[in-house]
């Protein structure tokens, strides 16, 4: 049984940072594994997304404000979000699919997901 556990998610200011965390069980960790944010606006949204052999992809829209890394020791896969925006006020979910590589920038194949958490930014 995959198990992803999100936690990190805070009300800040606009310009403010946090960080994220994806806690994994499992074989899920080292597969493809992504961070989403959705709203009622927008819907689900790829955010950003780390496959098994280290490379990352991020949404436009994150590029150069949100970084990923991974802890192997802890199985956890963090999302450090800097810069924050009012736009960025979301649910955030931590995915994984069982695929070394991505694919596509989107949903398809991501078939375990965590609980999610909430981002507020205020500004």
């Known amino acids: 049984q995959v198990q992803l556990m999100e936690s990190g998610g805070d009300s800040v200011q606009a310009g403010g940072s946090l960080r994220l965390s994806c806690e994994a069980s499992?074989?899920?960790?080292?597969?493809?594994m992504g961070w989403f944010r959705q709203t009622p606006q927008t819907g689900r949204e790829a955010v950003a997304f780390f496959d098994a052999y280290g490379q990352t992809t991020y949404a436009t829209f994150v590029k150069g404000r949100f970084t990923l890394s991974k802890d192997t020791a802890k199985k956890i896969l963090y999302l450090q979000m800097n810069s924050l925006k009012p736009e960025d006020t979301a649910k955030y979910y931590c995915?994984?699919?069982?695929?070394?590589?991505?694919?596509?920038?989107?949903?398809?194949?991501?078939?375990?997901w965590g609980q999610g958490t909430e981002v507020t930014v205020s500004s």
């Open positions: 499992g074989t899920a960790y080292s597969g493809c």
């Open positions: 995915a994984s699919k069982w695929a070394l590589t991505c694919g596509d920038f989107t949903n398809a194949g991501f078939g375990s």
